[in-house]
Nanobody, 124 residues
């Protein structure tokens, strides 16, 4: 069992930055691929970023490429999402998730565990 807890959301003006954190419980954090998804009002949950067990491999969605960076610190059981050059269309609830398969671009239904999410609001 893995418990995930996101933090770092908030209200930011367009062009600004935020760093989201996701803290995980359990001693097996380093065996999980970690993901960020987001869900905007009235839309389906979508993939944002993924990172492999060691952090050596990462993926980001085309919509955030060049602006968002995923990283992890296995000594702190934490995964991060650095978000720069934020746009109003980035407004969403951001969720942390994980599974034990090889990290790649995945669908929400593939995830084993989820956090409760953190709200990110970008004003224009």
């Amino acid at each position: 069992q893995v418990q995930l807890g996101e933090s770092g959301g908030g209200l930011v003006q367009a062009g600004g930055s935020l760093r989201l954190s996701c803290a995980a419980s359990g001693r097996t954090f380093s065996t999980y691929s970690m993901y960020w998804f987001r869900q905007a009002p009235g839309k389906e949950r979508e993939f944002v970023a993924a990172i492999s067990w060691t952090g050596a491999t990462t993926y980001v969605a085309d919509s955030v490429k060049g602006r968002f960076t995923i990283s992890r610190d296995n000594t702190k059981n934490t995964v991060y999402l650095q978000m720069n050059s934020l746009k109003p269309e980035d407004t969403a609830v951001y969720y942390c998730a994980c599974d034990q398969l090889i990290a790649t671009i995945r669908q929400p239904r593939d995830m084993d565990y989820w956090g409760k999410g953190t709200l990110v609001t970008i004003s224009s």
